[in-house]
T-cell receptor, first 112, second 113 residues
Framework: GQSLEQPSEVTAVEGAIVQINCTYQ??????LSWYQQHDGGAPTFLSY????GLEETGRFSSFLSRSDSYGYLLLQELQMKDSASYFC?????????????FGRGTSLIVHP | DTGVSQDPRHKITKRGQNVTFRCDPI?????LYWYRQTLGQGPEFLTY????????KSRLLSDRFSAERPKGSFSTLEIQRTEQGDSAMYLC???????????FGQGTRLTVV
């Protein structure tokens, strides 16, 4: 089976940098993804790591360490619109199927 | 293409009734997923299709739940004899083999009264 752990809530001020950590357990690891979900909206893709290291996409970066079963999402220059839930999702092999399994999510609250 | 679409967006039903939801994936996507999400939780995997074949089903999916994807295009999720515990957002997502991401629809919010 697969399981993920991430903090339930993180707060920060506008313009700051915040890091959301994720640890996972899985068999047949393929990749770790991050999704953003605003209240009432659909999850939208932010980033994906299949190999160790840092992936940068604008203000968002994601890091993976496969040996530690650990990753994080780094959000820089925080804006009020970044207030949302952030989910890490691990894609593992299951009989040849590639199924993302999601964590419980981290609620990010950005204060002015 | 306008992305993944789900219908209806909202459904209120009485306990014991049957409900059916529809998902239209992005047209070239052969992978289709159903998830269930309750307030404050992440999406929980329900079932997975590759083309028309249902390859994976979660243990969460009791025998009251059934899903189909005829001809590998749209998919339906049916819940029979609904219970209050079935109240949730039902999300559909699709992807292609070359995608790193799953594309989600806006979901169907089910309320069982």
């Amino acid at each position: 089976g697969q399981s993920l752990e991430q903090p339930s809530e993180v707060t920060a001020v506008e313009g700051a940098i915040v890091q959301i950590n994720c640890t996972y357990q899985t068999s047949g690891f393929y990749g770790l993804s991050w999704y953003q979900q605003h209240d009432g909206g659909a999850p939208t893709f932010l980033s994906y790591n299949a190999l160790d290291g840092l992936e940068e996409t604008g203000r968002f970066s994601s890091f993976l360490s496969r040996s530690d079963s650990y990753g994080y999402l780094l959000l820089q220059e925080l804006q009020m619109k970044d207030s949302a839930s952030y989910f890490c999702a691990v894609t593992g092999a299951s009989g040849g199927s590639y199924i993302p399994t999601f964590g419980r999510g981290t609620s990010l609250i950005v204060h002015p | 293409d306008t992305g993944v679409s789900q219908d209806p967006r909202h459904k209120i039903t009485k306990r014991g009734q049957n409900v059916t939801f529809r998902c239209d994936p992005i047209s070239e996507h052969n992978r289709l997923y159903w998830y269930r999400q309750t307030l404050g939780q992440g999406p929980e995997f329900l079932t997975y299709f590759q083309n028309e074949a249902q390859l994976e089903k979660s243990r969460l999916l009791s025998d009251r739940f059934s899903a189909e994807r005829p001809k590998g295009s749209f998919s339906t999720l049916e819940i029979q004899r609904t219970e209050q515990g079935d109240s949730a957002m039902y999300l559909c997502a699709s992807s292609s083999p070359t995608d790193r991401e799953a594309f989600f629809g806006q979901g169907t919010r089910l309320t069982v009264v």
